[in-house]
């Protein structure tokens, strides 16, 4: 059993920069891929990136190549988002969350078994 708890969203001018963090409870954290999605208003969740379980290799969705870094710290129990050069297109409820896949299915939400309840990042233009 893993629970997780976001923090770290706020309210960001366009081309701020804001780091999310995601604390895992639970001794298995470093067993689990992180990811983290986001869901603007009236659209369906994405993915936006993901780390396996060393740290040592991340993916990131298209839309924010360039711009967002995922880490985690095992030692912490914690995986971070740092999110730079934000759009308004970037409003979204951000949530992580954690699997066992890395590959193909590390894109896929059903493949998660445990998420967090969200955090607001809101973009002003």
């Known amino acids: 059993q893993v629970q997780l708890v976001e923090s770290g969203g706020g309210l960001v001018q366009t081309g701020g920069s804001l780091r999310l963090s995601c604390a895992a409870s639970?001794?298995?954290?470093?067993?689990?891929?992180m990811g983290w999605f986001r869901q603007a208003p009236g659209k369906e969740r994405e993915f936006v990136a993901a780390?396996?379980?060393?740290?040592?290799?991340?993916f990131n969705a298209d839309s924010v190549k360039g711009r967002f870094t995922i880490s985690r710290d095992n030692a912490k129990n914690t995986v971070y988002l740092a999110m730079n050069s934000l759009k308004p297109e970037d409003t979204a409820v951000y949530y992580c969350?954690?699997?066992?896949?890395?590959?193909?299915?590390?894109?896929?939400?059903?493949?998660?078994?445990?998420w967090g309840q969200g955090t607001q990042v809101t973009v002003s233009s």
């Open positions: 639970g001794r298995s954290f470093s067993t689990y891929v």
């Open positions: 969350a954690a699997t066992r896949h890395w590959g193909p299915k590390t894109m896929i939400i059903r493949e998660y078994d445990y």
């Open positions: 780390v396996i379980w060393s740290g040592d290799s991340t």
